[in-house]
């Protein structure tokens, strides 16, 4: 089952399940480093355990925030909540 859903990433987010993969390619870009703290704060409360977040490819979680590890996963770089399942 996917459910899509827009939101507005800055403002208070609305009840949701935890995600098992969060799309945020070429969003983080364009914001100062303490919104994106405050975002990948809320994403990484939001992620399953076993959850993976795709950014673009100038974007990543390091010196940001420390929930997430870097995996190379299918060729490509994403991000998973460390202590998650591996790929695979």
Known sequence: ???F????????W???????VVL???VLIYL????KKAI???VARQTAPDGY???GGAETTTSLNESFESVLLG???CFRLKGGAKPG
């Open 32 to 35: 100062d480093a303490e919104t």
């Open 14 to 20: 609305p009840t949701m399940p935890l995600m098992d």
């Open 53 to 55: 977040l795709i950014l």
């Open 75 to 77: 060729g490509g770089m």
């Open 1 to 3: 089952m996917v459910d």
């Open 40 to 42: 990948l704060a809320r």
């Open 24 to 26: 945020m390619r070429n």
């Open 5 to 12: 859903r827009d939101l507005n990433l800055i403002q208070s």
